[in-house]
């Protein structure tokens, strides 16, 4: 009874050792079955100590040992696999029979088996796909007391005299299989605690980083300047609780958020050298206020005294800015809020990259438009030159007329920078052009337009309209002899605008009916499907030597989107 | 006194071009016709023979540089090219020398242009632009123009009243129009074979060929229509086809 007594209180020491371990990042790999080579590596290396620990604090009876070297071995097995069972086993093994006694075979022998026996375990549950088990305090009492009896069982056979042996077991027996069956359930159980404890801390850091990937998702997408970075800066204060958030590109503060916004006004020009070094080297900085100092650098009042800042790099790991994390000087920063401030930089480096991207692909579309209307074909325009100069001599008011459908139509085709249109102005736009074409092929060119009135106030993208009628007519009707006849319909269907550009030259086929399609035309169907959608756009068809079809569709009411 | 003849699609650019010659004091010209297309000019031209015509280069369905290789060089009138802007063109005038004026056209443009006409009114070789075969050949049918292309035509003969083509319509049979276009012209630009002094045959549309007394031959196409060979045709024909 006093023997229980005394192993008991042995094995308290040895859990508070445990208990403390458990406060380590030393500890940590112990709460996660990776099977990893480091992870299998600190089990070893961790369990073999307390094995041998477990040798040290047993009590020496009869010329044996008590002691809870057990709980090493079983623990090393049950968290590290049959393989570091084994080696933790062998390693306390050796060492109980580097200390002597007439049991010390049997007691390497029983303590390499007992490691095993835990390793087999951990087999069993890991093959079964039962991981949370392993951690279960109770099943770390059955298997120690499983292999408690074991190893009384090997002492019998193996430890000569016999008789002795009888005699010890009788003895330590019952206090060795309490001891270490409750001692293994304790040390599981603080690892247990340990394992839950960070689960929670990751589940709750996890959420919070959701949460703000998701509500500053597409925000920098619009573009990374003062008035995005300031929602975002909102966003990231209010769900990390920090003192005040700052971003800033490589000059200046574009947003602040927090204590301290009354100095730190966007615009001001970066004063501060550890944001300088966070750009120039890249790097990340963490002025925590006690090892590395921080004072404002803007306002000696000023009640932030501790800095995080993380550089956001774009590609080729080019620095776009920084985005800094404070905390007032009475406040430390939580390590929650340090390593989720790396994160949030990355996230937001992707968003700016892909706002970037996004700015390309719309500045292409806009020089490719430009492209469009410089393409104002020469043709044309020394044509209806020539056009006007013989009507000067036979109708000057006529002339005076043409030109000013001739400038209006230019003067349409200068203003590169609106994006869309009513289907009015798109029309007007056709008109002065037509004007122009109809003298010129005054006797072999009809147009007929035909719009229904609801559409007119429909919005469309810039040269929607006037590219398929100066096609239809290019391509179409000044290649007849006579007799060319433009239709230009629109009206709705199901909901849809569908306007058509129809002439009667059908000479737009090519061989086996494939569509050729210029330039102009891809663009008009691009920016109709970047305004409206990828269903929608352009659409040509043709009956060889009879008819040519360009039709458009987009859903009706909707004014585009997608260009600024 | 030079005739001319104005060619060009768009009605205003003919006025403003013939009232511009009849401005200048350079050279006297009298615009005999004015034409709004290639296959009217082409007319126009065989019929009236001019010294000298004004061309447009962009035109429906045949073009001006197409005009000039359907037109016969021994008779070939003096050309003054006339375009808004083409650049290809533009660049083989430039490079042959060839007279060429600018729309719209300047006054004194045209009178330099002209004063050069005057002055070497000799034939010039248009080869260069025109050795091009044949891809569409007009032809005047009832109150429309007809443009085949070389392999719808079987047989093309010559008599008193001009150039005829009897073609393979694709369900009446064997059609026949009138062409403006000399046999020789089509006899060096399409396909079409010499297999006498006044018949031209296309070679992939003889179904048979009857041999005749005298060394004569006549050949029946697969339309029905039947062209006469003379005995010194016969022979390059039998060396075509490989008939000994």
Do not use: W
Request: with cysteine; proline share 3%.
């Amino acid at each position: 009874m006093e023997l229980i007594f005394s192993l008991l209180q042995q094995l308290s020491v040895y859990l508070v050792l445990a208990y403390l371990l458990s406060k380590t990042p030393l500890f940590m790999p112990l709460t996660m079955l990776s099977g990893r080579l480091s992870h299998r590596l600190t089990c070893y290396v961790i369990f073999s100590l307390f094995c041998i620990l477990g040798t040290y604090f047993g009590l020496a009876i009869e010329n044996a040992i008590a002691n809870t070297r057990a709980i090493g071995a079983v623990m090393g097995g049950l968290l590290g696999g049959p393989v570091v069972g084994f080696a933790v086993g062998l390693t306390g093994g050796i060492h109980r029979y580097s200390m002597g006694g007439f049991t010390d075979v049997a007691c390497a022998i029983s303590t390499t088996s007992e490691g095993l026996l835990g390793g087999l375990v951990h087999l069993y549950y890991m093959r079964r796909g039962l991981i949370e088990r392993i951690f279960n305090p109770f099943l770390a009492l059955v298997v120690l007391l499983i292999a408690e009896v074991m190893q009384m069982s090997i002492i019998l056979l193996v430890a000569k005299p016999y008789e002795q042996a009888l005699d010890l077991v009788e003895t330590i027996a019952l206090p060795m299989i309490i001891a270490n069956s409750v001692g293994a359930a304790l040390f599981m159980s603080i690892i247990q605690d340990r394992k839950t404890i960070y689960e929670k801390y990751s589940a709750s850091f996890s959420s919070k980083a959701l949460t703000i990937a998701e509500r500053t998702v597409g925000i920098l997408s619009g573009g990374f300047n003062q008035e995005n970075t300031q929602k975002v800066a909102q966003i990231i204060y209010e769900e990390t609780g920090v003192g005040a958030v700052s971003i800033t590109d490589r000059q200046k503060i574009m947003a602040f958020i927090g204590i301290g916004a009354d100095h730190h006004l966007p615009g001001t020009v970066i004063s501060s050298k550890h944001t300088k070094q966070a750009i120039d080297n890249a790097e990340l900085i963490f002025a925590d206020g006690y090892e590395i100092a921080y004072q404002c650098s803007l306002s000696d009042h000023c009640k932030l005294g501790a800095a995080l800042i993380i550089p956001l790099l774009g590609s080729e790991n080019q620095v776009l800015g920084t985005i800094k994390l404070y905390e007032p000087k009475q406040k430390l920063f939580s390590s929650l809020n340090l390593s989720l401030g790396e994160g949030l930089a990355k996230l937001l480096s992707n968003q700016i990259l892909n706002s970037r991207y996004h700015d390309q692909q719309t500045l292409l579309t806009q020089a490719e438009l430009r492209l469009l209307q410089a393409q104002v074909n020469p043709h044309f325009l020394f044509n209806a030159l020539n056009t006007i100069s013989a009507v000067i001599r036979q109708d000057p008011d006529k002339a005076r007329q043409l030109i000013v459908h001739l400038s209006q139509f230019f003067r349409r085709n200068l203003k590169h920078n609106i994006e869309s249109v009513t289907l009015q102005d798109e029309l007007k736009h056709i008109h002065a052009y037509l004007e122009i074409e109809l003298a010129r092929f005054s006797d072999r060119l009809t147009v007929n337009i035909n719009i229904d009135e609801v559409l007119l106030s429909q919005y469309v993208p810039t040269f929607t309209l006037q590219p398929l009628v100066e096609n239809a007519i290019k391509h179409g009707t000044s290649t007849q002899l006579e007799n060319g006849i433009i239709d230009v319909v629109g009206y709705l269907q199901n909901g849809l605008v569908v306007l058509k550009v129809i002439d009667n030259a059908g000479t737009y086929c090519l061989n086996n009916n494939e569509l050729q399609q210029g330039l102009g035309l891809q663009i008009v169907d691009k920016r109709l499907k970047n305004c409206f959608g990828e269903q929608y756009g352009l659409r040509m068809s043709c009956e060889k030597g009879s008819t040519t079809c360009a039709k458009i569709k987009f859903p009706f009411n909707k004014s585009p989107q997608g260009e600024r | 006194m030079l005739k001319a003849i104005v060619i060009d699609d768009e009605q205003y650019a003919r006025d403003e071009l013939i009232a511009l010659i009849a401005e200048q004091q350079e050279v006297t010209i009298e615009v005999v016709a004015s034409c709004n297309n290639a296959i009217e000019g082409l007319k126009k031209v065989n019929q009236l023979k001019p010294d000298l015509i004004f061309l447009d280069i962009q035109m429906p369905q045949i073009n001006g540089i197409e005009m000039l290789g359907m037109l016969d060089p021994e008779t070939m009138p003096k050309v003054i090219f006339v375009t808004a802007f083409d650049e290809y063109a533009l660049q083989a005038f430039e490079d042959n020398a060839f007279d060429y004026i600018l729309k719209p056209v300047e006054p004194c443009r045209l009178r330099k242009t002209l004063k050069r006409v005057k002055c070497k009114m000799q034939q010039e070789n248009y080869q260069v632009l025109t050795d091009k075969p044949l891809s569409l050949i007009p032809c005047a049918g009832f109150n429309r123009y007809l443009l085949l292309k070389p392999s719808e035509i079987e047989v093309a003969y010559s008599d008193q009243s001009g150039v005829h083509i009897i073609s393979q319509q694709s369900d009446k049979g064997a059609a026949e129009t009138s062409c403006s276009l000399s046999l020789k012209i089509l006899e060096e630009k399409t396909e079409l074979l010499r297999c006498h002094r006044q018949y031209l045959i296309n070679p992939n549309a003889i179904r048979e060929i009857k041999l005749l007394d005298n060394a004569l031959a006549e050949i029946v196409t697969v339309s029905g229509a039947v062209a006469p060979v003379s005995r010194r045709y016969l022979k390059m024909l039998k060396d075509r086809f490989q008939l000994h």
